[in-house]
Every structure is written in structure tokens, then in C-alpha cells.
């Protein structure tokens, strides 16, 4: 999620001028024109000067582009949350993933009492991702504004008391990472293979920690079992660590810097490595637990 550019503006038409995006949305028209873009924009950015509402542009880590949005609006201690998808990036958690990092901003951030959402009664995909995020129903209604006015709803609320709930309730999980740096001053980064959760984003290289493993220990054998490399515990730096909430669990990731190994990096899982200037590190779409760590090494190298 980042702030609305002008330059959103042709993605914006390309992809709320489809039928079906606007069908499920309230105040999207149809035709949607670029002169619709502009009053979109232009209405985002009086409503944030007034703070009575923030809209976010919604992308992909792994290519940049504007794929949707996703805004709140205050309405007293409440605010209501609402969001829009290109049809070409529905079904893939994208939205959830969206929504769920406003409704972290609005009640931790913002600090709000309680976050609401209203979707059509037909539109069950929305309404399953709002039970997801940990909204409950509260009921049917009829919709009052735009395209929704005499429409069949559904209510949603979420509360801060449940939502901090939630987010104490998640398992903290240890994962440890390691910035191998070479002669040049580059660091290794590995881009995670397809199949597995975020691929084809890249990391430093590391793993989690298994029980009773001291963090060091488990370094050495990740890099062992990804790298064929062998390191040892006494050439392992702590420089920094992560502390990043998912949907599921709560990440703890040390990060350890190390110069000295023997062998040359070779991937054993399926991943590609490359190695990196510091200061071109950010080119590379990273995890949210991982993508902090760079200023880190910037500051170092």
C-alpha cells in the first residue's frame, strides 16, 4: 500500500472501467472515463487534507503498477473500510491482504474503537475475506448511497478489543537470516522458488528456529541445507532484527552479518541467488519482514 500518485490515473480507468469492478462497489460509475479518474483523485486528496478519509493505492510486491485501492473514512470513533480490486488480480488474497494492513493502521495506528464495512448481499467473495479479517456480521440492511441505494447489504464491524485480541493471540515464530557480504562489500539475497508462500520475492537467506536451537546454531545449519556453505558460529555478527505481525503469526527475525565461509553459495532448494550492491538492494521486492532490514545493511556497508 502506498499514497495515490497522478500517474495512477491510466491504471485507474483500465481497471474500474470494467462492469463487473464497478458493479460491486457503490459510488465507481459506469462508464468510467478518465475525467472520472481525476475527480476520484482530486476528491481522495481534499477528503485526506481534511482528514475525514485516507484512500491507499494497492500493489504488488513483486512488480510495481496499481492494482486496486483500499481507503477508510472516519466517521467518529469508527471507521468504515472499503476497497476495490482489478478484476485481473481477484481471487488471489490480495485484497485480504489489503485490507487487513488498513485495519492494523486504523485501530493501532489511528487508534479508532471500532473498524465497519458494508458489502452487497450477492457479494459473498467480499463478505468471507471480511470474516477472515476478523469483522463480524451485525446484520442485514439497505444500502443508501450510489449504486448501493435500495439494495440489499450486509453490516461488519470489528472492534479494537477483539481485534488487539487477535493480534496477541498469534504465535510468535523465531526466523533467523544472515547477510553474507563479500570481498566487494555485496550482499547475497535468494529469490523464493514458486509453490511456496511469496515466491518469487526475495530474502536474506535463513530459516526458522527449531525448539531448544540457539539462533546462531540455526544459521549455520539453514546455510548449510540452502547454500551448501559452511559458516561458523564465531564469524556470525548480530546487526539488527524484524518484528512484523502476518495474518497468522507474529515474526521475530534476527539478522547476523558474516564476511568469513568456506564453499561458494549454491542453491540446494530450488531458489535463485544473486549477490547485490547495498544501495541496490531496494530494487528487489522483498517480504514486509525483510524490506526494513536494508537500511540497516546501508548504514553498515
Known sequence: MRPLAD????????LASDADVANMTA????????????????????????RKARVFAVERRREAGLIGC???ALHGAA??????????????????????????????????AEATAQVMEENRASARLL???????????????????????????????????????????LVVAVA????????????RPEGKAMAGLW???????????????AVVREIKEELAVDIAESCLAPLTFASHVYDDFHLL????????????PTPREGQEVKWVRPLRLADYPMPPADAPLVAALRDLL
Do not use: N
Not at 253 to 264: D, E, N, Q, S
Open 7 to 14: 500517474g495512477d490515473r491510466a491504471a485507474i480507468v483500465a
Open 27 to 50: 459510488f465507481i460509475p459506469h462508464p468510467f472515463a478518465d475525467s472520472d479518474a481525476g475527480d476520484f483523485l482530486a476528491k481522495a486528496a481534499i477528503e485526506e487534507q481534511a
Open 70 to 72: 483500499v481507503a477508510f
Open 79 to 112: 471507521a468504515e473500510v472499503s476497497y476495490w480490486l482489478g478484476k485481473p488480480f481477484w481471487r488471489q488474497g490480495l485484497g485480504g491482504e489489503a485490507v487487513a494492513v488498513t485495519v492494523d493502521f486504523i485501530l493501532g495506528d489511528v487508534g479508532v
Open 131 to 173: 470474516e477472515k479479517a476478523g469483522f463480524d456480521f451485525r446484520g442485514a440492511g439497505t444500502g443508501c448511497g450510489g449504486r448501493c441505494s435500495g439494495r440489499p447489504i450486509r453490516l461488519y464491524a470489528l472492534s479494537r478489543e477483539k481485534w488487539s485480541a487477535r493480534q496477541k493471540a498469534k504465535p510468535t515464530v
Open 180 to 191: 553474507l557480504i563479500d570481498a566487494d562489500g555485496r550482499v547475497l539475497i535468494a529469490r
Open 203 to 217: 530474502e536474506f537467506p535463513g530459516g526458522k528456529v527449531k525448539p531448544g536451537e540457539l539462533p546462531e546454531a
Open 253 to 264: 527475525m534476527p539478522l547476523y552479518v558474516c564476511r568469513v565461509w568456506k564453499g561458494t
